[in-house]
């Protein structure tokens, strides 16, 4: 069984930067991807992008493409969503998401527990 | 990118109903890329369904997926009290995957 387990809650200034993280374990960590979903106070799930660790290989979403960063160690079996300039508009809770798969991912399960990003002034 | 729509918004039902949560697609998409999520306040989401209609590990059987094309249903036989939640679909056909603006079912 596969176990996600992310970074602490986070609370930011505009401006700053911030990096989370997200470590798997369990016996099945072969061929598969860790991807982010955001998902806004009070709002539905927005997919951000996706990560193979084996390759780094990773995609994005056209709506997140250039404001985050997504990378992982294959080693550590963490991944890692950075930001390098933080918005109010990027408070959020941010979910892992674990999918195997080699050539293309699927659905998405397990979840990891959420990080909330909080960024104000 | 393909748009998922989720109907209705809000479903008020009491428990022992069924309930019926739609889920349809700008294009056509394939079963073996949609899946169901379930998601209770301050929870993370959760896999229901794959596949459209394969239930994920200890889903109860009253909980059952069905669809194809652009038209996918979530059926709940009769409602627990821990289902009252926000339900979302999701397509990985094609990049970016999308999710559904998801269906919240509330007790009655």
């Known amino acids: 069984e596969v176990q996600l387990v992310q970074s602490g809650a986070e609370v930011k200034k505009p401006g700053e930067s911030l990096n989370i993280s997200c470590k798997a374990s369990?016996?099945?960590?072969?061929?598969?991807?860790i991807g982010w979903v955001r998902q806004m106070p009070g709002k539905g799930l927005e997919w951000m992008g996706i990560?193979?660790?084996?390759?780094?290989?990773?995609r994005y979403s056209p709506s997140f493409q250039g404001q985050v960063t997504i990378s992982a160690d294959k080693s550590l079996r963490t991944a890692y969503l950075q930001w390098s300039s933080l918005k109010a508009s990027d408070t959020a809770m941010y979910y892992c998401?674990?999918?195997?798969?080699?050539?293309?991912?699927?659905?998405?399960?397990?979840w990891g527990q959420g990080t909330l990003v909080t960024v104000s002034s | 990118e393909i748009v998922l729509t989720q109907s209705p918004g809000t479903l008020s039902l009491s428990p022992g109903e069924g309930a019926t949560l739609s889920c349809r697609a700008s294009?056509?998409?394939?079963?073996?890329?949609l899946a169901w999520y379930q998601q209770k306040p301050g929870q993370a989401p959760r896999l229901l369904i794959y596949?459209?209609?394969s239930r994920a590990t200890g889903i109860p059987d009253r909980f059952s997926g069905s669809g194809s094309g652009t038209d996918f249903t979530l059926t709940i036989s009769r409602l627990e009290p821990e289902d009252f939640a926000v339900y979302y679909c999701?397509?990985?056909?094609?990049?970016?995957?999308?999710f559904g603006g998801g269906t919240k079912v509330e007790i009655k």
């Open positions: 596949r459209a209609s």
């Open positions: 998401v674990y999918s195997a798969g080699t050539y293309r991912y699927n659905w998405f399960d397990p």
């Open positions: 999701q397509q990985f056909a094609s990049s970016p995957s999308t």
């Open positions: 369990g016996s099945s960590l072969t061929n598969y991807w």
């Open positions: 990560v193979y660790p084996g390759d780094s290989e990773t």
């Open positions: 294009e056509s998409v394939s079963t073996i890329y």
